[in-house]
Each structure stands twice: as C-alpha cells, then as structure tokens.
C-alpha cells in the first residue's frame, strides 16, 4: 500500500511500521502529491490547504507557545507553515498587535529566544516540553491527520503498530526513523517526539469551523 507522508512527526510511526509491514510503501511528499495514493498523511492544514479530507487525526498536540503568548515579535517556523496559519489566527483572535518573525527551523526559534530576538516562540515539542498548546488556543482538532482512500482499517493498524514499537524501545525507534528520514533531524528532536506527542487514532468530529478558519489565513500575506 502506497502512503504519502511530509517527512515530519505524522511520519514517524510509519517509519517504524515498515519494520513490520513489509507491502507498505511509504513515500516522503507533501498532500499535493497525492497521485493513486492509498493514504495521504500530513498537518491538518497542509491537508487543508490541499483541499484534502481529515479523514482521521493522528497527533492531537505538537506545538506549543513559549514562554507564554506576547509581543511585540513572536517567533514562528517558516511562513506558510501550520505555525505561521495557526499564529497569525490567534493573534488575531486574541487582538494582539504582534510582528511575526521568521526562522528555518526549529533550533534557531529556541535560540532567537533565547537571545531575546523575539518575546516569545511557537516551539515543537521535539524542542521544549512546556507552554500553552497552540492547537488549543485555535480550537484545532489535532495537528497531523490523514486523507484515506479506500478501507481505513489497514492505516489503522499499521499507525498503532507504529506507536507501540515507539512505546516499546524509544530510543531505538529514534535512531531508525532519524536513520529513515530524507531530512536531517538531532536524534533527540525525534526522541523527544516520540515520547511526548499524543499519537492515537482519532475521529476528526465536526471540523468544517476549522477547516474555514485555515482557508481564511492560507492566502492572506
């Protein structure tokens, strides 16, 4: 079975379940790629800005605000991203009159921080474990999902047995998705993930609220 993954923590228990699942066929892209894909597995908002279905949720919180939400420059991971949408939406949300200031990734958002560049920063959990969850603070579902054609019971089963070699032995999982990634990653940025990610399978529930909120940031500069 042929799964489109954007190579990020949506990915990791498929990584881990070509250990076991040796007919899936796990292909690092983005959700406009999806071609004859049985599933196609990304952020929510990648997914939406894709016009893809959520058809199921598999990481409920990544992403945190830290130390807590303030100006006037916030520091966010890319523009586009799912952390550029999410921000610019609850700044919004919340009237604050906030720059946003841009990094590559997710270490040089720490140490912006750290330097007092920004005032706060929209950081993974691969870099801290504390902060407000920006997820919640926008009402979002979840943070990664999955479009899925065809019977979901296969992803299903191969995303929880994913989770439990993960459970079983992190280290050794984040060795082999760091060893499997066509990105280079710190071995305990995935280590981190894993262990502190809430992946399960979820139903998405009523998310056309959501899915209006994205598609009213995703073209606004």
Do not use: H
């Not at 058809?55 to 919180?61: N, Q, S």
């Not at 993930?193 to 139903?203: C, E, F, N, Q, W």
């Amino acid at each position: 079975m042929k799964i489109i993954a954007a190579p990020g923590p949506v990915s990791y228990p498929l990584i881990l379940a070509t250990k076991e699942y040796r007919d899936l066929d796990l292909v690092f892209g983005k959700g406009g790629e999806e071609g004859n894909a049985y599933a196609i597995a990304d952020s929510l908002t990648s997914l939406i800005k894709n016009n893809l279905r959520i058809d199921i949720i598999t990481v409920k919180r990544l992403m945190v605000i830290y130390p807590e939400l303030r100006g006037p420059r916030i520091g966010v991971w890319r523009r586009g991203s799912a952390a550029d949408i999410l921000t610019r939406a609850l700044i919004s949300k919340v009237g604050l009159g906030a720059e946003i200031v841009y990094a590559d990734d997710w270490y040089s958002l720490s140490s912006m921080l750290s330097r007092g560049e920004v005032n706060s920063a929209v950081l993974s959990l691969g870099i801290v474990d504390k902060g407000v969850f920006l997820e919640d603070l926008v009402n979002a579902p979840g943070a990664c999902g999955a479009q899925i054609n065809g019977d979901p019971q296969y992803f299903i089963d191969v995303y929880n047995t994913g989770i439990r070699i993960a459970r079983e032995n992190p280290v050794d999982s984040a060795d082999y998705v760091v060893s499997k990634l066509p990105i280079k990653l710190p071995r305990d940025f995935v280590l981190n993930i894993l262990r502190r990610v809430d992946y399960g399978i979820y139903s998405p529930g009523d998310i056309s609220g959501f899915i209006r909120l994205v598609r009213s940031y995703v073209d606004k500069p």
